[in-house]
């Protein structure tokens, strides 16, 4: 029997249900949508970005946003709808240190805009001119890191419709089973699966493409072992008690 991809035309979906895929920064947002988008204009998905369409198109099956914006909306939360969604966590730890090293130099728009709350400086002039890696973590702690560990400390893990996959997990995926999970929740199948899988590999960290990124800087996991201050460290533990343990870390 054909697959369901083979079969997809205009009027018959790739997905069963419409699915909600979505990250956080500095999680797997450029992971994510160097594997989906490619794929679903491949093969005829339709593909929201919610992030860049802010009006929700007629017909969409698969919607993604890189701040998880949907699951604060209750028009797409509505239990009585058969929805699937799934997000991509990161340490906590690793989220302070991989977003100051980050914003450092990175080209984003938003961090080149003079803000009054940094006496007309930029976001990344006033990260840059702060004199110690403690200092710096700080900031991001009161500042985006911060805001970040907010929102992953609210998440409903208990919402069987919602899958959290670690970072740190498809980082190190060698096989693809965590991959194969993710695609499979959302509600891929047949010939999908495979070539989402393809896509994956592609784009892992573990492939010899990766190199170069400004988004993927080293491709390790448990930076904070030996780059997380311990001032930083410290706010972490008091602010966010319990948050590491929360979404599975040690």
């Known amino acids: 029997m054909l697959s369901r991809l083979r079969q997809n035309t205009n009027s018959d979906p790739m997905l069963e249900h419409q699915a909600f895929l ?36 007629q017909s969409w099956e698969l919607c993604f946003h890189y701040h998880s914006k949907f699951l604060y909306m209750p028009e797409f939360m509505d239990d009585s709808q058969p929805r699937r969604y799934v997000v991509t966590i990161r340490d906590p730890r690793d989220v302070v240190v991989s977003c100051t090293k980050y ?104 492939a010899k493409n990766f190199a170069g990124s400004r988004h993927i800087r080293s491709g390790r996991t448990r930076l904070w072992e030996t780059e997380l201050s311990s001032e930083a460290a410290t706010i972490l533990d008091e602010r966010y008690a319990g948050l590491v343990e929360q979404l599975g870390y040690e």
């Open 22 to 57: 979505g990250t956080f920064h500095k999680t797997g947002t450029t992971l994510m949508r160097k594997i989906v988008e490619p794929f679903a204009k491949k093969n005829g998905l339709k593909f929201w970005i919610m992030h860049e369409q802010e009006t929700e198109p």
């Open 103 to 206: 914003h450092l130099d990175s080209e984003e728009e938003w961090l080149h805009v003079p803000d009054d709350r940094f006496g007309g400086k930029t976001y990344q002039q006033h990260l840059n001119s702060l004199e110690t890696t403690a200092e710096r973590q700080v900031f991001e702690l009161e500042n985006v890191a911060g805001g970040i560990l907010n929102q992953l400390r609210n998440l409903d893990a208990s919402d069987e419709r919602l899958l959290l996959v670690k970072l740190e997990d498809l980082m190190t995926d060698f096989d693809l089973m965590h991959f194969h999970r993710l695609f499979s929740h959302l509600g891929f199948e047949g010939d999908a699966i495979p070539k989402l899988l393809e896509l994956s590999y592609k784009n892992s960290v573990f």
